[in-house]
């Protein structure tokens, strides 16, 4: 029995789709900053990570299929909430549910407004988010009416598009170094046929799914189906380059961080120039 780690959000539902009645495959859903613990400790043959501890990782893992989360412009559910504009925010507290868009959020306070902006836990859960100036909430909390109302939001996909003219790149499988050898390979083939599938399938999904995780319908057509991008192409790639390269500049990640999968190049190294 091949055991998988899969993100809990309705964003993973397209990436699993055609996983859900595999014979010899167990899913296990969890939150994304746990993920990466339990693959590490062995309980996972491969997980849908956040690509901050693949960064983290110091070759504990590469990457597995060409399948992963990723947005082109805004995402509607990893954003920033605040009761002042962002330029004047210095703190944010944060959900701990994802290392990768807590990076992100350090990232473009620092490239928009020259603000080496504190990142706090956010304590209590989303029903405590309106007594902060600034949090951040990933995933459906994102859509939590408890979350309470804000005069400013921030959606960090958009804002990085409008930035960087790049793609992001949220998660991405991960495997141990060398996978398990050709069944590694059958695993990355049944990832990426999975996606596929999802895709095609992406507003029934929706539709399906989308009270289950606290969406109107209409939202939940548009988030799976406009807003969100499953496939590694050579501009995503790029796009986590320039990211890699910015956590690397404020200490998020290690200096030799890197993200390589099968047929490619490193990812996160070292790269001239300054993309805008």
């Not at 043959?45 to 060409?66: F, K, W």
């Not at 929706?206 to 799976?224: D, I, N, P, W």
């Not at 991008?229 to 200490?251: N, P, Q, S, W, Y």
Request: net charge neutral.
């Amino acid at each position: 029995m091949t055991h998988i780690g899969v993100v809990s959000y309705l964003n993973a539902r397209p990436l699993v789709e055609g996983l859900l009645d595999s014979v010899g495959l167990r899913l296990s859903f969890d939150v994304p900053s746990r993920l990466a613990e339990r693959l590490f400790a062995g309980e996972f043959a491969a997980a849908l990570l956040p690509v901050v501890d693949v960064l983290r990782s110091r070759g504990r893992c590469e990457i597995l299929s060409d399948s992963c989360i990723a947005c082109d412009g805004e995402t509607m559910t990893v954003r920033v909430f605040s009761q002042v504009p962002p330029h004047r925010v210095q703190m944010i507290r944060a959900d701990a549910d994802s290392h990768t868009s807590v990076a992100l959020a350090r990232v473009l306070w620092r490239e928009l407004y020259g603000i080496d902006v504190q990142m706090r836990p956010l304590a209590g859960g989303v029903e405590n988010a309106h007594q902060h100036e600034a949090v951040l909430l990933i995933g459906d909390k994102v859509v939590d009416p408890r979350r309470g109302s804000f005069a400013y939001e921030t959606d960090l996909g958009g804002a990085w598009r409008q930035h960087t003219g790049l793609p992001f790149v949220f998660a991405v499988w991960a495997q141990p170094p060398g996978g398990a050898g050709e069944d590694g390979g059958r695993l990355a083939a049944m990832l990426s046929e999975s996606r596929d599938r999802g895709v095609e399938r992406a507003e029934r999904i929706a539709e399906e799914q989308a009270a289950r995780h606290g969406f109107s319908t209409a939202a939940a057509v548009r988030y799976l189906t406009r807003c969100l991008r499953f496939r590694l192409d050579e501009r995503t790639i790029r796009g986590a380059e320039v990211f890699a390269r910015h956590c690397r500049e404020l200490g998020i990640v290690p200096s030799d961080g890197v993200m390589t999968w099968p047929g490619a190049r490193a990812i996160g190294a070292p790269a001239e120039g300054r993309v805008r």
